[in-house]
DNA sequence: ACAACTACCTGGTCGC
DNA sequence: TGCGACCAGGTAGTTG
């Protein structure tokens, strides 16, 4: 699944492949890729033909690259796109057959390699969107919070916010407003490395205990990064989260009945807000039932 | 205001 | 072999 790194991976590789060209065609093979574009497909197409990508900037999990007359002028919008939990972005020469699942296509003017939109479980989209003042974040995505690997990052400014909210430690890791591009499985990561469990109270949390956590995140997003980049193909841009590295860095998620990297208990598989979580019995224990999360109606 | 739940979606896997 | 149930989970929108 795309969270941060795998989604920084692919913006490198827009930024690498499809900053500074022209967008010759767009196609659109499935009206659910672009739902988000509420003006319809006519409207997205129009928006972008003959104009030019001139970037490729990321917040959280989703992507945006602005878009110039052909003069160079800046339009003020961007091609926003958010891979949900199946999308590729992919760059492939034209004769490449088409994938079961292409959603959209670009071709540029310089008829080089083309832009595609693969999403399986179109939970992804595209759209055409206005950028903020100054061509800065699309107003749209304003609520995302800033990720932990970016440097104005507030620290401080995370760990009030987190221990001022009256929830359970994961579902605020996984809160776009709070830290962005934190998903699933790099949440389980992290709380096995902070030693937390997932159900654990925010307004319980020490200082400590947050910048523990905080440092879970980062090294974990990092070293995932760190990762993705190696197996980046430079002529393929990836978001493929299944293959690589994934198996072999995991501490926790997916890892059920097979010891924990750090005492050898098995690792214990529990349903939590609806998804898998993945933890050490021994390392995080579930906090008592009075918390927060368990008190009484 | 804030917290929590649900719809959305499809391919793979599992049990019978 | 077929078929239905279930699972994966980010986000927006709704409900409480």
């Known amino acids: ?90 760059v492939e020469k034209p004769s490449a057959p088409d994938e079961t699942h292409l959603r959209a296509r670009f071709t540029f003017t310089d008829r080089g390699r083309e832009l595609r939109f693969v999403d399986q479980r179109t939970f992804g989209g595209l759209a055409v969107e206005e950028l903020g003042a100054g061509d800065s974040v699309p107003p749209r995505l304003a609520h995302i919070a800033i990720d932990p690997l970016d ?11 987190l221990r001022r909210r009256r929830t359970e430690v994961k579902r605020a890791l996984l809160d776009q407003t709070l830290i962005g591009g934190v998903g699933n499985i790099y949440a389980d990561e992290a709380l ?9 109270p925010t307004d319980k949390l020490t200082r400590a205990q947050v910048a523990d956590l ?49 005492c050898g208990t098995p690792i214990r598989r529990e349903s939590f807000m609806n998804r898998s979580s993945y933890s050490c019995p021994v390392c995080q224990p579930r906090p008592r039932a009075s918390s927060a999360s368990a008190r009484r109606p």
């Not at 959280?60 to 800046?74: F, R, T």
């Not at 440097?151 to 916010?161: H, K």
């Not at 096995?192 to 654990?200: E, I, Q, S």
Request: glycine share 12%.
């Open 1 to 90: 699944m795309p969270e941060l790194p795998e989604v920084e991976v692919v913006r490198r590789g827009l930024e690498q492949w499809v900053a500074g060209r022209t967008v010759a065609s767009v196609q659109v093979h499935h009206p659910r890729a672009i739902r988000r574009h509420l003006e319809g497909a006519d409207s997205f197409v129009q928006a972008l033909t003959g104009r030019t990508l001139t970037a490729a900037h990321r917040r959280g999990k989703y992507l945006w690259l602005p878009v110039a007359e052909p003069g160079g002028a800046p339009t003020g919008r961007a091609l926003v796109a958010h891979l949900g939990m199946s999308g590729q972005l992919l």
């Open 151 to 161: 440097e104005a990052f507030d620290v401080d400014a995370f760990s009030a916010a």
């Open 192 to 200: 096995w490395r902070a030693r937390l469990h997932g159900a654990r």
């Open 214 to 262: 905080l440092e879970g995140v980062r090294d974990v997003l990092g070293e995932a990064l760190a990762q993705g980049g190696t197996s980046f193909d430079s002529l393929y841009v990836d978001v493929n989260g299944q293959s690589g590295y994934f198996s072999r860095f995991l501490a926790v998620y997916g890892q059920l009945d097979r010891p924990c990297p750090r």
